[in-house]
Each structure stands twice: as C-alpha cells, then as structure tokens.
C-alpha cells in the first residue's frame, strides 16, 4: 500500500493561487487528483502518468490548474491559479499501481491508494 500525505489547503479568495503537494512513500503508475465539495460526489480534477508526464485536466479546471511531478516520481504537486468559490472542497490525492490500468484514470475506481485529504476554501 503507498501511503500519501497531502498539504498546502487553505483559504484564499476568488482569483487566488495555492499550490498543493502529495508525498508519496514509493513511486506508482498513475497518480491523480479529486475534490469533493460538501453534499457532492468525488470529482477528478487531473490526473498524470508517472513514466511518461502525459495527463489530463478536467474541463472545468483546464486554464487554471497544473499537475506535475517532481524527478523522484513521488512528489505530486497541483498548481492551482485564478480560485473560484467552485473549486472549494477536500482535495485527494490518489495513486495507482499498473493493475488499475485498463480503468480510466477519471474515475474513482481507477486508484488503489488515497491520502487524508487537505481542504480547499475559496471565498467570493
């Protein structure tokens, strides 16, 4: 099991920046990001292949959000610029080992390990 810790949550008005951060104890396949507002179902928000750097962005974030890993393959970061009240939720940070490769990496059911989570407020 890969263990993940999420930081850099806050809070920061419409139009604001915050970088978020996910330490993960070893390297995986495919490493992700999902919010959950209250009452609200998980949502993807981007997600990256360890090996190749390829990803991909929901569209309500694309613009606005950036997904990079750091040379170790075990830091994930989500660069997150012009905040609207939208955005605000618990992040997580997800990661998945190659087993879960044929499930599609916006999915939920498509990562094997989730950290705590780090709450995100963005007030207007």
């Known amino acids: 099991q890969v263990q993940l810790v999420e930081s850099g949550g806050g809070s920061v008005q419409t139009g604001g920046s915050l970088r978020l951060s996910c330490a993960a104890s070893e390297s995986t396949y495919r490493m992700g990001w999902f919010r959950q507002g209250s009452g609200k179902e998980r949502e993807w928000v981007a997600y990256?292949?360890?090996?190749?750097?390829?990803?991909d962005y929901n569209d309500s974030v694309k613009g606005r959000f950036t997904i990079s890993l750091d040379n170790s393959k075990k830091s994930l970061h989500l660069q997150m610029n012009n905040l609207k009240p939208e955005d605000t939720g618990m992040y997580f940070c997800?990661?998945?080992?190659?087993?879960?490769?044929?499930?599609?990496?916006?999915?939920?059911?498509?990562?094997?390990?989730w950290g705590q989570g780090t709450q995100v407020t963005v007030s207007s």
């Open positions: 997800a990661a998945a080992s190659s087993r879960y490769r044929f499930i599609s990496g916006n999915s939920p059911r498509g990562y094997n390990d």
């Open positions: 990256i292949y360890t090996h190749s750097g390829n990803n």
